[in-house]
Nanobody
Framework: QVQFVESGGALVQPGGSLLLSCQPS????????ICWYRQVRGPDREQIAC???????NYFGSAKGRFTITRGGMENVSYLEMTDLKPEDTGVYYC?????????WGRGTRVTVGS
């Protein structure tokens, strides 16, 4: 069964930066758009940024201007560079293809912004 594996989360001070990475646990047969999500509390995940196979990325909410999503070419690997981090960025970050597939959700990586 394929699941995404996220990494790079850490405790960071406000104003700091982090680079998150994600990749599928097994090869996915075709290339897909990839999105990053944040879960703060409860079951809902907030969409943060998405990148298509070809074309420009899209950013949502407070991610605009501070986060940059990239991908590893045609592979379903993605990175989320986060700068000027704020306490409200705290949460567990996940990635998935777009539209998301329930079975692809991984464990996420925790980002905590605080002193």
């Amino acid at each position: 069964q394929v699941q995404f594996v996220e990494s790079g989360g850490a405790l960071v001070q406000p104003g700091g930066s982090l680079l998150l990475s994600c990749q599928p646990s097994k090869r996915i047969g075709s290339s897909h758009a990839i999105c990053w999500y944040r879960q703060v509390r409860g079951p809902d995940r907030e969409q943060i940024a998405c990148i298509p196979v070809n074309g420009a990325a899209n950013y949502f909410g407070s991610a605009k201007g501070r986060f940059t999503i990239t991908r590893g070419g045609m592979e379903n690997v993605s990175y989320l560079e986060m700068t000027d981090l704020k306490p409200e960025d705290t949460g567990v970050y996940y990635c998935n293809i777009d539209p998301s597939r329930r079975e692809y959700w991984g464990r996420g990586t925790r980002v905590t912004v605080g002193s």
